[in-house]
């Protein structure tokens, strides 16, 4: 009996000790994360180099006003698929480190740092989600602003659908700000 107990005590810190072993799987995740977020960074500054390469000649006195509108119409459509890269990089940061705090370990020199408040207070999953969210919805915002600035107006209707739009990216703001402003208040 007395041998049984043991056996069952060590089976049982055996599989205890295995299942919270098993957490270290996520490193997959977070090193997976971060190495898309280098390729994403390198992608979006290759772009920008690119971009900079390209308005070189706005400044040519040799350009018809036509022309320097569609160089400058191309241009703001780099800048902000630019913006959106960067973006993508630091949504990919922030969920690599928020999954490394949750699951393998706390970031002591992160801690130690005065951005950490601004960047990582993340305690659970619920905190990753809303970190995670808010850089999401500013994407999905500056995507909406790259779309519209494609977007030709050939009926009322067409300019009525993207003021809509715009009012649904402001209702969107303001319902993420005022959530935030809830929960920092400590309301429900």
Not at 77 to 96: M, P, Q, R, S
Not at 125 to 152: A, C, N, P, T, Y
Request: neutral net charge; aromatic residues 10%.
């Amino acid at each position: 009996m007395i041998l049984t107990q043991k056996l069952c005590k060590r089976l049982e810190g055996w599989l205890e000790s295995s299942l919270w072993s098993s957490r270290l799987i996520v490193l997959v995740a977070v090193l997976a994360s971060l190495m898309t977020a280098f390729a994403v960074f390198y992608l979006a500054t290759v772009d920008t180099w690119l971009l900079v390469k390209e308005i070189y000649h706005y400044a040519d006195p040799g350009l018809s006003a036509l022309e320097r509108k569609a160089i400058r119409s191309q241009a703001i459509a780099h800048v902000v698929e630019v913006i959106d890269g960067y973006l993508l990089a630091t949504v990919l940061i922030i969920f690599a480190l928020g999954l490394y705090e949750l699951f393998i370990s706390a970031l002591d020199q992160a801690r130690r740092s005065q951005a950490f408040a601004k960047v990582l207070i993340i305690n659970n999953l619920d905190d990753l989600k809303s970190r995670l969210g808010k850089v999401i919805l500013i994407i999905l915002i500056v995507r909406f602003f790259e779309q519209g600035l494609r977007m030709e107006f050939t009926r009322p209707v067409d300019l009525l659908a993207f003021a809509g739009g715009i009012a649904l990216v402001g209702l969107a703001l303001f319902l993420s700000h005022s959530a935030i402003y809830r929960f920092s208040e400590g309301g429900d």
